[in-house]
Each structure stands twice: as structure tokens, then as C-alpha cells.
């Protein structure tokens, strides 16, 4: 599971950095949290020194800092640790950049595809619900991203879009708390 070798380019990255930075996670994020989860979040790829520095998904950094106050206002969270919520990434290794190439979102898929179950998902940003969408059986034409859109899925499954809670975005109100809050009170009531 550490050496996974699918994607040459993002296992050689990982491979120099446990050069460069041995005390470091440098291998896939697993998911965290709950697989029973009735609320599922999808975020894109492990950032350098968030999730790719740590080990645990969403943790580490700025993104990880919103997503767990966030998630600790509607008690999906304690301490930082998920309760009732599975956290997932679209690319489990870390890419070059932040920009996993299409056939590395398309490889990993296989990983997310196995983990998605719960009823509704949040997906952050738009590879994550490109990504999403595919896993979970839609049709990407009918399904357009855009922060707070709903999707009901073939199954009966709902997506919901937000965008992603970086730092980028936090530092120029693409997204603010609030959004980011009323995102997840809309999965809350879907939730029942
Ligand atoms: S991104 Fe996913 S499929 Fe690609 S090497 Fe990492 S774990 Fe394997």
C-alpha cells in the first residue's frame, strides 16, 4: 500500500522526498474516519506539507484547519477526529503542483470508487466531483459543478459541490466559513 507504483510520476515524487524529507509521511493518504459514514467528504490530493507531511488526510495545514472547525461546529469532528464522516481524496499521493494529470485521477479512482458509500458527499472543488460523479455511476454532462449544487446520483445518492477549502481560496473569499458551514447544514438535513 505504501509503494503503490500505478502512477510513475507520483511515485517517484514520493520517492525523492523520502529522500528529502524522511521524517515525513511520503506514501498514500488513507481515508479517515468512519467507512459506515453517512456523510462522505472528497477532496482532491494530499498537500505537501498537510496530508502528505502527516499521514492523515486533511491535516496539517490550512484546508485541514477549516474542514475540522467546520466539521467540530456540526459534531462530525471531536479533537480532531472524525465522527459520523468518512474523509476521502479524489488522488491519494501527493502530485506535482497540486495538478494530478487525468490518467492519475482516473487510476486512482479504483481507491475512492471502493470507499464511496455513504448516502450523501461532499466533493471540494471540481476534480473531486468530476472524480466523484464517475465513481459514483453519474453522468458528468448533467451533473455541472458549482459551489452548493446538489446531484441526485443513479442510485439515489446526493453530491453536493463546494469549493475547496484552501488556503488560496479561503485568502481571497472564493470560499469563507460561512459558505463553507452552509454546505455542510444542507448535507446535515439530507443526512436526516
Ligand atoms: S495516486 Fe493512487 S493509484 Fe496513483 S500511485 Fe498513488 S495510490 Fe496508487
Given at each position: ?33 468512519d467507512p459506515e ?36 461546529k ?29 490518467e ?11 470507499q ?56 481571497t473569499?472564493?470560499l ?17
Amino acid at each position: 500500500m505504501r509503494d503503490c507504483a500505478l502512477c510513475p510520476r507520483l511515485a517517484a515524487l514520493r520517492g525523492e522526498l523520502r529522500v528529502a524529507q524522511p521524517e515525513w509521511w511520503n506514501a498514500p493518504v488513507p481515508a479517515l474516519g468512519d467507512p459506515e459514514a453517512g456523510i462522505a467528504i472528497v477532496g482532491l490530493a494530499p498537500g505537501m506539507k498537510g496530508a502528505n507531511r502527516t499521514g492523515r488526510a486533511f491535516t496539517g495545514d490550512a484546508s485541514g484547519d477549516l474542514l475540522f472547525a467546520t466539521l467540530e461546529k456540526f459534531a462530525l469532528a471531536e479533537a480532531g477526529e472524525p465522527k459520523g464522516v468518512l474523509i476521502l481524496n479524489a488522488v491519494r499521493c501527493l502530485p506535482p503542483g497540486n495538478k494530478p494529470l487525468p490518467e492519475e485521477i482516473r487510476t486512482c479512482r479504483q481507491f475512492l470508487s471502493g470507499q464511496l458509500r455513504a448516502p450523501v458527499t461532499i466533493a471540494l472543488g471540481q476534480i473531486a466531483h468530476q472524480s466523484a460523479v464517475k465513481a459514483m455511476g453519474g453522468r458528468l454532462p448533467k451533473t455541472p459543478f458549482g459551489h452548493g449544487n446538489e446531484h441526485r446520483m443513479p442510485d439515489g445518492r446526493v453530491l453536493i459541490d463546494s469549493y475547496h477549502c484552501s488556503r488560496y481560496n479561503q485568502n481571497t473569499n472564493r470560499l469563507t466559513a460561512e459558505m463553507f458551514e452552509a454546505v455542510f447544514a444542507r448535507a446535515m438535513e439530507l443526512r436526516g
